[in-house]
């Protein structure tokens, strides 16, 4: 196999020579379990981890790599290596971390193209999709929809949900398929690149891992029954890994999501919600919240029957959540200013005494 295979680019390999990466083997990390990291280079598979250089001037979780990016690696024997530097990601796919807020969660990063899976039979949620395509449109990756296991639902019922997502997502394709019977499978396949890398996004039990195994030729992912007490998908893929295709393209499966907290995705929210950002430009106020405002051309058209009801909805808890991300982000960047402040003239005290 060689590194184009893996997805390396002239960038990269212009990066590796300004950077004076020469002297080092350069690879993908495919996997990761807890801070070691499996890293694929053009001839052999090393479980690498960091350096304590790279470990100590890291400023946050995202400084670490992540499935997806190409590190510089040194081996020490056929099996083990070490990091020693994180080349720049061309793509992050991220999400607010959870339970930790103010802080953001790699999902995979140097991705073209992203799979947002859903089950026709179960947790289907047309604002789920709409939340993948935020993250995924602020991390400047292409979306793509596919709706699993439809050999479980009625031909009609099928054909309702797809018309339910094209009333308020007209311009992201959509693929409906089943991982038993595979039907649509070959439309997938068709459309996977050689040397792209793509990514899968749902919530756990939707398929993800069974699409996974079927474009990989192998059976790479574990897969399990959905629980019949919760109707839930079990966490069985419970990290992230790398897989290179039957076709040459490049796949990351990731564990099952059930939140996916936004971020400081502002570009993602526009792009996800052009009609009602459209509409906006139309208010009266500069500042509308398109809430209660006389002169709101957001809430005419929602009164009027133009726009979506629970795409409205939608956008507003989105919109939420992304404005008490960043509030949290600037408190949390003034805290630590004021702690910088208060360490120097500590320092500059010590000294007077010294």
């Given at each position: 196999?060689?590194?184009?295979?893996?997805?390396?680019?002239?960038?990269l390999?212009?990066?590796?020579?300004?950077?004076?990466?020469?002297?080092?083997?350069?690879?993908?990390?495919?996997?990761?379990?807890?801070?070691?990291?499996?890293?694929?280079?053009?001839?052999?598979?090393?479980?690498?981890e960091?350096?304590?250089?790279?470990?100590?001037?890291?400023?946050?979780?995202?400084?670490?790599?992540?499935?997806?990016?190409?590190?510089?690696?040194?081996p020490?024997?056929?099996k083990d290596?070490?990091?020693?530097?994180?080349?720049?990601?061309k793509?992050?796919?991220?999400?607010q971390?959870?339970?930790?807020?103010?802080?953001?969660?790699?999902i995979?990063?140097?991705?073209?193209?992203?799979?947002?899976?859903?089950?026709?039979?179960?947790?289907?949620s047309?604002?789920?999709?709409?939340?993948?395509?935020?993250?995924?449109?602020?991390?400047?990756?292409?979306?793509?929809?596919?709706?699993?296991?439809?050999?479980?639902?009625?031909?009609?019922?099928?054909?309702?949900?797809?018309?339910?997502?094209?009333?308020?997502?007209?311009?992201?394709?959509?693929?409906?398929?089943?991982?038993?019977?595979?039907?649509?499978?070959?439309?997938?396949?068709?459309?996977?690149?050689?040397?792209?890398?793509?990514?899968?996004?749902g919530?756990?039990?939707?398929?993800?891992?069974?699409?996974?195994?079927?474009?990989?030729?192998?059976?790479?992912?574990?897969?399990?029954?959905?629980?019949?007490?919760?109707?839930?998908?079990?966490?069985v893929?419970?990290?992230?890994?790398l897989?290179?295709?039957?076709?040459?393209?490049?796949?990351?499966?990731?564990?099952?999501?059930?939140?996916?907290?936004?971020?400081?995705?502002?570009?993602?929210?526009?792009?996800?919600?052009?009609?009602?950002?459209?509409?906006?430009?139309?208010?009266?106020?500069?500042?509308?919240?398109?809430t209660?405002?006389?002169?709101?051309?957001?809430?005419?058209?929602?009164?009027?029957?133009?726009?979506d009801?629970?795409?409205?909805?939608?956008?507003?808890?989105?919109?939420?959540?992304?404005?008490h991300?960043?509030?949290?982000?600037?408190?949390?960047?003034?805290?630590?200013?004021?702690?910088?402040?208060?360490?120097?003239?500590?320092?500059?005290?010590?000294?007077?005494?010294?």
């Open positions: 196999m060689t590194l184009e295979e893996l997805g390396y680019t002239e960038s390999a212009t990066y590796q020579k300004e950077h004076h990466l020469d002297s080092f083997l350069v690879g993908r990390v495919i996997s990761e379990h807890k801070e070691r990291y499996l890293v694929r280079t053009a001839d052999s598979e090393y479980d690498s960091i350096i304590g250089n790279l470990r100590f001037t890291a400023n946050s979780r995202a400084d670490f790599p992540a499935v997806g990016d190409w590190v510089a690696i040194s020490f024997n056929e290596a070490l990091i020693h530097a994180v080349f720049p990601r793509t992050i796919i991220e999400r971390a959870v339970g930790k807020h103010g802080e953001k969660q790699i995979a990063t140097n991705i073209d193209y992203a799979f947002i899976v859903l089950a026709v039979d179960r947790d289907f047309i604002n789920r999709i709409e939340r993948y395509l935020s993250i995924c449109y602020a991390a400047k990756v292409i979306p793509m929809i596919i709706l699993t296991k439809i050999d479980l639902i009625e031909d009609s019922e099928l054909q309702s949900l797809v018309a339910k997502v094209r009333n308020r997502i007209t311009d992201v394709p959509l693929f409906t398929i089943s991982n038993e019977s595979f039907i649509g499978i070959e439309e997938i396949k068709k459309i996977i690149q050689k040397g792209k890398s793509y990514c899968l996004l919530s756990s039990g939707v398929g993800k891992s069974s699409l996974s195994n079927i474009l990989s030729g192998k059976q790479s992912m574990k897969t399990d029954a959905i629980s019949t007490s919760t109707n839930r998908g079990k966490h893929t419970s990290h992230r890994e897989l290179i295709l039957e076709n040459g393209g490049i796949l990351i499966d990731n564990p099952g999501m059930r939140e996916v907290g936004m971020t400081d995705t502002s570009e993602g929210l526009d792009q996800t919600f052009e009609q009602i950002i459209a509409l906006a430009k139309e208010c009266k106020f500069k500042d509308c919240t398109h209660s405002e006389l002169g709101c051309s957001v809430l005419n058209a929602l009164e009027k029957g133009e726009l009801q629970s795409s409205y909805e939608n956008y507003l808890k989105m919109e939420r959540e992304k404005a991300f960043e509030s949290t982000i600037a408190e949390k960047r003034k805290r630590d200013k004021h702690f910088g402040k208060m360490m120097k003239n500590f320092k500059k005290d010590q000294n007077k005494f010294k």
